[in-house]
């Protein structure tokens, strides 16, 4: 009777089928893009059209294969278990197993006991990070591995976070770094992020066996960690079909039950519900569109006010937020009307974007207009004040202090979420008392919502807005980005509805801010004037969520992406004043 064994991970579904004398006759590997049934049932359809509607002996395993197995009626078998059960038949001389997958990564080390190690709360070191960094390098997966053939230097990248690695790779990008350093350095922050988190000071010696599909397909990973480890070429086990070996391990379980190909695929099509109402929810958004006409009607009060460039006259002030990824420029009156706004990204070259957008300024600005002074902020606060003469340069805290201030004056907390980054300033006595920032994690940034928004197919915008009016909003906790994919999939499975998960991340982004960022203990803590800036806060379903866990209501200016922008153009105008101030000061005591 044949042998076949499934293998659901957290990105892609593996099967294999064996005949009597355990040769290989079918084998798939194919992502699943968080649609679990329907590619199992895919790739089973296939094994029907190469290999016949064929009884076989069957177990499943997997990060996701624990549900689908109570649908299919087949046994589970532990992920662990397989991949042992694997290697200690086709390759027993291992004595260290490292395996890497979408969001897990696993190191197993073989002999009088076997111990297996495994990342728990972070999936920085595995494939989902590489497809991440990939997108920043405009490739993918194996574009990377093709880049880092042609490496020279290995820069220093974090890989504690998915996401707060962008932090490390951008700028390199911005600098002009050759993308084929960059990418063998991704891959060797892989290889640190592996032995650091897994090995935690235990040596890997003897025969070293590499599984798992990033390290099946990418070949200069391998070789990082070859190098890094130092193993010689006889100790390498690189086997046949490595990213096969836990759907093998289920083909060669003991425990399991005999059915047709095609009753397989009839009973995940029948015993799974569509209409099930997903578990762990918590408290809707908004009530009804009434409630939400209301709650935007309040929100609308805090608008910045503009004025026509073409009608301006006399001193104006430019204010310059240089992001890693993005460039804001804002144009403001001695009112502090805004008269010119830009809010775009550099494209890796943050110089050549804000030059482009100043000639631009110069283009609509009158005759009888002239910018009397401009402040600058931000990662690229140095480059752009020495290039361009810029007058004054400034923290990005002050910056943002200021621009909430003018909008909520007396405030005494912001926060401030952005794509990658978050900072929770406390003000008091009208200055700055005290700032946190996250340092390893971006899970409560703008990109750990846009991750999803992707990975499920959505536009940032629209996942935004179906999270408003979701009936179930599921109750995601506030893992690693990366991670928390796995529980996405679970609360599919249970029949949340996109809304349902949206609505959950938006939770999600305001828990891990206020009780991993911020540690906060009380709401009171927070303070009454509280001001909520950072284009994350955009997204109207984090911004409720903001104010229903704290239980406050708060500031979200119209222009919160820009506020750093804003705040220097303030600043400018303020330096100004005061030097105007002082030389009429000195020429009435002259006189």
């Not at 696993?106 to 960094?133: H, P, V, W, Y």
């Not at 937020?321 to 775009?344: C, E, M, W």
């Not at 409560?444 to 940032?460: N, P, R």
Request: hydrophobic fraction near 40%.
């Amino acid at each position: 009777m044949y042998k076949t064994g499934i293998d659901v991970g957290s990105t892609t579904v593996k099967v294999v089928v064996f005949d009597e004398d355990n040769n290989l006759l079918f084998a798939r590997y194919e992502r699943h893009y968080s649609d679990v049934k329907t590619a199992t049932i895919k790739v089973l359809q296939e094994a029907i059209s190469e290999i016949g509607d064929q009884v076989v002996s069957i177990a499943i395993t997997g990060s996701g294969g624990m549900g689908l197995s109570d649908a299919a009626e087949i046994p589970f078998v532990q992920e662990v278990i397989a991949a042992t059960t694997t290697v200690e038949k086709l390759i027993p001389q291992t004595d260290v197993v490292i395996e890497l997958g979408g969001e897990d990564a696993k190191m197993t080390f073989f002999g009088d006991a076997l111990e297996q190690r495994m990342n728990g709360t972070c999936a920085g070191g595995t494939g989902a990070f590489i497809d991440q960094m990939a997108e920043l390098l405009k490739t993918d997966a194996n574009g990377v591995n093709e880049l880092a053939k042609g490496y020279e230097t290995i820069y220093p990248i974090a890989s504690r976070c998915g996401v707060f690695a962008k932090t490390d790779v951008q700028p390199l990008i911005n600098e002009g770094a050759r993308k084929e350093d960059i990418a063998a350095s991704i891959f060797q922050a892989v290889v640190n992020q592996t032995i650091a988190g897994l090995a935690s000071g235990r040596k890997i010696t003897g025969n070293i066996a590499f599984l798992g599909g990033p390290l099946y397909f990418m070949s200069e990973l391998r070789q990082r960690f070859i190098e890094t480890l130092n193993i010689a070429p006889e100790n390498v086990i690189f086997p046949e079909n490595p990213q096969l070996f836990v759907a093998m391990g289920a083909a060669f379980d003991e425990d399991q039950t005999v059915l047709k190909i095609s009753q397989i695929i009839d009973n995940l099509n029948h015993n799974t519900s569509e209409s099930l109402v997903p578990k762990n929810t918590l408290d809707v958004l908004f009530k009804d569109q009434n409630e939400l006409d209301i709650w935007r009607q309040r929100h609308n009060e805090a608008s910045a006010q503009y004025k026509d460039i073409a009608n301006a006259s006399g001193p104006v002030f430019l204010g310059i937020d240089a992001g890693s990824t993005t460039s804001k420029l804002i144009l403001t009156d001695p009112d502090g009307n805004i008269l010119f706004q830009h809010y775009g990204s550099n494209k890796g070259q943050p110089l050549e974007s804000v030059i482009a957008v100043i000639k631009e300024i110069y283009h609509q600005l009158p005759e009888e207009a002239y910018i009397a002074r401009s402040c600058v902020t931000g990662y690229g606060e140095n480059l752009i004040k020495a290039a361009l003469r810029v007058d004054y340069g400034e923290v990005e805290t002050v910056a943002h202090f200021k621009a909430a201030n003018y909008f909520n004056p007396g405030v005494d907390f912001i926060l401030d979420i952005g794509g990658q980054d978050m900072k929770a300033m406390s003000v008091q006595d009208g200055a700055l008392s005290s700032i946190q920032l996250n340092e390893a994690c971006s899970s409560g940034c703008g990109s750990f919502i846009e991750t999803f928004a992707k990975s499920l197919k959505y536009d940032v915008k629209d996942f935004a807005q179906v999270a408003l009016l979701a009936e179930h909003p599921v109750d995601l906790g506030s893992k690693c980005t990366v991670f928390m994919n796995s529980k996405v999939k679970q609360v599919q499975k249970e029949g949340a509805t996109v809304a349902d998960i949206s609505a959950g991340l938006s939770y999600s982004v305001i828990k891990n801010a206020l009780y991993k960022v911020i540690k906060l203990k009380r709401p009171e803590d927070l303070g009454e004037k509280i001001v909520v800036q950072g284009g994350t806060f955009y997204n109207e379903a984090v911004l409720r969520a903001f104010e229903l866990v704290s239980g406050r209501e708060v500031v979200r200016p119209s222009i919160a992406g820009l506020m750093g922008a804003y705040g220097c153009a303030l600043i400018a105008q303020e330096k100004y004043e005061d030097e105007i101030h002082a030389q009429t000061h000195e020429a009435v005591a002259m006189t």
